[in-house]
């Protein structure tokens, strides 16, 4: 089954404790993205990567740190989490050109900072 | 930049009435417009696809939007709610301008009565 797995699904830690949280798809999407979702603000892009080795800043990247080694994998690292981290966050993959595929999500982790 | 914006963050509606969630966008160029739909507790999916083709776009489960350059407007509808229909709807739009970037708007909350 075409899908993105993130893991993991919750996850409740303490301020500056680094984490990481794991995406990976297995449709050989060039393009994978990162986004926060909070009420009433929709989804915020965090980092994207057009390809392997090739990452970019998205909307709201401060806090954050992501790598593409490999073209299926898009983990999002926290090196040191704060509060206003926590968050509902989705990693999506599409090919490239995204404009005219739309994106396929994961399901989602939600983060809680203590 | 492109940027979308959603009339309502919450639309409620009787069963069997017409469903109907505003979406308006700003792009410089030709722009690429989503519907997404999340349900309780999942990820995003998409519901359809506007890519320059057909102005009038038909999705799943019953939804069709209509692209209206006058207006820059992706209004999405259907014509009778299902209970099945409750949930979180994002309107999205991506251009060239910004790498095909995905810019969500903040959200609308559908709740179908009884």
């Known amino acids: 089954e075409a899908q993105v797995t993130q893991n993991p699904r919750y996850l409740i830690t303490v301020t500056g404790k680094k984490l990481t949280v794991t995406c990976s798809q297995n449709?050989?999407?060039?393009?994978m993205s990162w986004y926060r979702q909070d009420p009433g603000l929709g989804l915020r892009q965090i980092y994207y990567s057009m390809n392997v080795e090739v990452t970019d800043k998205g909307d709201v990247p401060e806090g954050y740190k992501v790598s593409r080694k490999e073209k299926r994998n898009f983990p999002l690292i926290l090196e040191s989490p704060s509060p206003n981290q926590t968050s509902l966050y989705f990693c999506?993959?599409?090919?490239?050109?995204?404009?005219?595929?739309?994106?396929?999500f994961g399901s989602g982790t939600r983060l809680t900072v203590v | 930049a492109q940027s979308v914006t959603q009339l309502g963050s919450h639309v409620s509606v009787s069963e069997g009435a017409l469903v109907l969630l505003r979406c308006n966008y700003s792009?410089?160029?030709?722009?690429?417009l989503f519907w997404y739909v999340q349900y309780p507790n999942q990820g995003l999916q998409l519901l359809l696809k506007?890519?320059?083709?057909?102005?009038l776009v038909k999705g799943i489960n019953g939804f069709e939007a209509e692209f209206k350059k006058s207006e820059t407007s992706f209004h999405l509808t259907k014509p009778s709610a299902h209970m099945s229909d409750a949930a979180e709807y994002f309107c999205?739009?991506?251009?060239?301008?910004?790498?095909?970037?995905?810019?969500f708007g903040a959200g609308t909350t559908v709740t179908v009565r009884a």
């Open positions: 999506a993959s599409s090919y490239a050109p995204q404009g005219n595929y739309g994106y396929t």
């Open positions: 506007y890519t320059s083709a057909a102005t």
């Open positions: 449709m050989n999407h060039e393009y």
């Open positions: 999205a739009v991506s251009d060239r301008s910004n790498d095909y970037k995905l810019s």
């Open positions: 792009s410089s160029v030709p722009p690429y």
